[in-house]
């Protein structure tokens, strides 16, 4: 056996020994697959080349090379092969154990506020309502005095104000895209407008300076309470309960008139009074109202040939009492224990 | 404002129940907070009388008492010094529960069973004294219950008045409108004490000058006090209040503090009166003038504070300094004292946006500021100076010298709105009849006049609230009902405001987010300066979040690192919302952005294979790729160092992914991320390409790149030198290591040709394949490894 030969044999057994290893740890098959073209490919393969380059031999050390070539090849595919069988017997009889667990991909949540928006919009879309945003910087012509509070009104204190600069505030509420939504658009306008809002409110369980907030307005000619009534009525029953008991009691904004809170039969007792409602059998859910005339007017709308409706709510707090939510920084945490629980279809 | 079921029960002249109470004024004018009962637990302590005290065997201190309490005579141990035989007390009978908690149970002491016990005022939580037992100042029959005898049982309500009804801030103003719908009057008790003829009413100038007792009380601020009247009482006696006025207060949450204070805190709580009473001798002159106060004058209030005052204020002064911030609180140089014995009483209107402004400039806020700045009845002026003149004479002794005085340079004429049936009608969407709605005005203190279609409405002077013809709307809807209003669906038209195409934008790539697995978070926009672009805020409520975000990422980054101490490894969140950057105007500019971040592993783990490797940056690649198909249509991805970027065609940069900086603990892994603007696609829908309908045909090639050329270049050489016949190609391996050289890379491709209308034929496929790798051969100076 010549030197050359001798080497090519040998190198052979290293090829091998090497694939032995590495089929021997391979846990998947395209693994298996992988190292079938590396080591058998009928181009570029390892043991292949060998085989290929047998031409430049002697007749003898072709031989010798060749045999041991073939017999690596073989051996080699063998090893392949078996392996390729025990890891699809694998999954076959995982198979039949149906109970260990799928294979899925991540599964993303929204965010339960989201959630909670998504359909209070949706049932008013039912009802003509289309859905608008605006900005979350406003000017205080837009976030108060186009909606009435005159300057200097005690009612700006329940307004605690972020000020970005002389006239210019972070939102106190979404109202400012109504008086936005009526200069830009001549009635019937019926619009929701979900989004944030900020007030000047430390944390702690039930505060946030941020907060999500949902207005609805409508206005045409010969809308009027009973409209409101009807609208609010309809959303609480698609909401909360098919037979819900709704109540509208007397309340004050600077941009409604006759302004109304709206409570709804308290979901956790059913009206006989509990500690979550205060004893009272009612949860409040909005604010409501007649839009002003003095905001119609200040939007450039006939107060006397227009009227309408708003309602004003926070998802936040919705989307707290439905889900059972303790505190309202749970909302802004993004702990992925709290959301993976809002997987839907988990 | 906290109300007294009592004290309004009184006000009506009938017995009210607390729940009533409670449901009625959440449905007529404001919600109650709560409701306490105060003085609760009382309702089986019984009048006992003593019939016969001895001294206890075997104690020196202790008393045996035979109890009458209406059945048989019971044997009572007591301790206190003051049991009198004849004398009725608080009986506590056994099985009997204090207020304190402590359950009354028959047993020994020293050797002698007790069957009850008397009480003290503490044992009964309704005072301090410990002393000795409560003795009765009456002759009910023994076992009469305690609450006939002293009717100290109550409800206290925390009533949540909105900022437009002051008139609510008091007992009477409640009364009112429980008694618009009982069809009750209001009537003020009787004072107990008081003189039987009342004291004269305060007679009205007709200038800004006017004169009581002798001291002269001038107006020379008439705009920031329009009305000011004064009484002037003698020979007061500065001291402890009577009970009745001390429980009427304890059962609002107000403590006792002498006779005078205690009667003005009466008056505001009955009438929504703020009174102030000075020590008249030490008032210089004696002189009252209301003025403007002067520039660098300052007064030490009853707080203790020197307050700096401004000629924007408005203060009451004697005839050398100010003595009182006017409508806000008194200073202490004029302040009633023990010693005090001549009091100027005043009782005046200031104008509720001067005297706001002077509260907030001097960062206060009191009873009386709260009530003045919302507007109080300017009328009842007269007419609350008698009341409070008489209580004091009461409980304070002394004597009212002269007739008070009511400075009022301008009468206050009454305000007169229409009411228009027909508006009436189509604001509530009933037609209300006109009876129901005068009757309901009527009610509450308006005087209507019908006229031809409409109503003439004079509003009552405590109402400042009334003004303009949807106030009184309000008010007719508010008496009648708003349950009364039916439900009815009538027809609407549909909106002509278009849907914002951001929000369907948003929706769509909260489609997309969520089903790779990331879960939706909402951040707070505000937080600490993370860009010198961000915008701060004025008036922070901490450093930590004293500025507006200027991008996602920096918020989203530190929910991961919320998450990391919680053992989470695979954190995968997403955000949508504004971000704001300074602009031109005075507002800063708002963008909609969209940014997600990455860690953990690449898939979650499954038994059936080992730990999927980690996320790098071609996860974050994926996710910028997938969201900007749809929330930034038109955006193209280019690689800048170890970032990624997305530009519009015009170049603008709107977002990028790459890796991200945090606060990683060392078992966590790699944290990546992007971020891009969200805006509305303006692009119509674009219809599909045709489906090929013959077959294409695969060609690999493997290339080795040498260090510092990009995929992408080669791509492009590739792309444009195979023609049309090439229809996609992509990458589906990289190699790096032996036998290419360091920095060297191999990179296969997949090319795939096809031509729609017909299939190709090999020499064509070969020919466009052999230009296209030959050009990057000789363009890229790559070269080609034989597979």
Redesign the interface.
Known sequence: MSGASADLVAALAALRAEAEALVGAA??RDVLQRLRTEYL?R??GRVTAILHDLTSLDLEARKVVGQAANKAKAAIEALLDAADAALAAR?LS?AADLT??S?????????P??LVV?EICGIFRD???????G?????EQYNFTKLNFP?????L??HDT???????L?RTHTSPVQVR?LE????????TI?G?C?R???WDASH???F?QIEGL?V?E??????L???I??FARRFFAPGVK???????FPFT?????VDVECQICHGVGCPVC???GWSEIMGAG?V??AVLEACGVDAERY?GYAFGMGPGRIAMQRYGLSDIRM???????L??Q??EGR | MIASLRWLSDLLGTPLEAAAV??RL????A?V???EAIHGGLERVVVGLVLEVAKHPNADRLSLCKVSAGGAVLGVVCGAPNVTAGKRYPFAAVGVTLPNGTKLERRKIRGEYSEGMLCSEKELGLGADSEGILELDTDAAPGTPFLDVLPVADTRFEIDV????PDLLCHVGLARELGAVLGRPVRLAAIPGAAEAPPPRAVRTSGPRGETAGVPVTIEDAEGCPRYAAAVLRGVTVGPSPAWLRDRLAAVGARSINNVVDATNYVLYELNQPLHAFDLAKLAGPAVVVRRARAGETLVTLDGERRALDPAMTVIADAASAQAVAGVMGGVASEVSAATTDLLLECAYFE??RL??TRRALGMSTEASYRY??GIDPEALPANLERAVALLLAVGGGRLDGVPVDVCPAAIAPRTVALRDERLA?????AVPRADAERALTALGCVVLPREGRLTVQVPSWRPDLE?E??L??EV??IVG??R??????P?????????P??LVA?RV?GV??????????????GPRHDERC???????SQE?AF?RAALLPG?VR??E??WP?S?R?????EI??T?APGTG???V?EIHVAGAVTGGR??R?????APPDVDVFDAKGLLEAVAEVACRGAALASEGERLVARLPHGTVVGWAGPLEADRPAWAAPLVGFEILLRADPAPPAAVRPRPRSPGVDRDVALVLPEGLTAAEVEAVLRSAAGPLLETLWVFDEYRGAPLAAGQRSVAWRLVFRAPDRTLREAEVDAAFGRAVTEVETRCGVRRR??
């Open positions: 846990t998947e490919g181009k570029a999954t995982a260990m667990p294979r899925h991909a991540f599964r993303g949540a929204l965010h506020v989201t998504d009802l003509g309502f289309t859905r608008v945003t900005p979350e910087a406003e000017t300057p200097g009104h005690p009612a204190d329940l972020m000020y970005l600069g002389p006239g210019t972070l939504t830009a658009y001549q009635p019937p306008v019926r619009v979900p944030l900020y000047r409110d430390a946030a300076p941020v999500s409508a045409d010969g809308v009027s309470f009973v409209d009534k009807a609208a009525g309809y709704v109540r509208f009691r007397p309340s004050f008139e006759p302004s109304a809170e205060k004893g009272t007649m002003d005339p009227t909302l802004y945490d993004a702990d992925v224990r959301h993976a809002f997987v | 409670r449901d959440a449905m007529l004018c919600p907070d709560s409701m909105t900022p437009n009804r509720p946006r706001r402004a700045e919302r189509l604001v509530l969407g009933i303009r949807v106030d709307i309000e809807a508010r708003y349950d209003f039916p439900e009815e669906m009538r609407f038209r549909p909106s002509v405001v278009p849907d914002e951001t929000e929706s909260r987010l969520t089903g790779l697995g990331l879960h939706e978070a909402v951040t707070v926009p505000l915008v701060p805020v004025l008036n922070p409520l979040e507006l989203l929910r991961v919320h998450n919680l989470e695979d954190v995968r969140l997403f919302g504004r704001f005075a507002l800063p708002e898939r979650p499954h038994w059936s294979e080992p034989e597979a």
